[in-house]
């Protein structure tokens, strides 16, 4: 198994991710190749808390323009990751 550090990459913090730490879940950038088993035990050994479950996906990447230039963002895995009650992570 990867280094925890190799599999969490940021957490994701938005309105909606603020809302659901209320109910225990927690928004995190992942690695693309890290499955639901490895997320679990890094955020386990990396911040001190249970996991219960962990739902992912994949976000698409979407077109950006700067004035007559055109890209593209990044595409990213992100885990969605509920934790025991009680269990609490400081971001």
């Known amino acids: 198994m ?10 994701v913090i938005t309105e909606k991710s603020a809302i659901q730490k209320e ?8 690695a693309k190749d890290a499955n639901k088993i490895q997320i679990k035990k890094a955020i386990e050994e990396a911040f001190g808390v249970k996991v219960t479950k962990v739902n992912t996906l994949n976000t ?5 323009r700067v004035g007559r230039y ?5 595409a990213y895995k992100k885990a969605f990751v509920t934790l025991k009650d009680g269990d609490s992570i400081e971001l």
Not at 23 to 30: A, D, L, Q
Not at 60 to 64: A, D, I
């Open 23 to 30: 109910n225990n879940v927690y928004t995190f950038k992942v």
């Open 60 to 64: 698409k990447s979407k077109s950006k």
């Open 2 to 11: 990867k280094d925890y550090t190799n599999i969490i990459i940021a957490p």
């Open 70 to 74: 055109t890209g593209k963002t990044q």
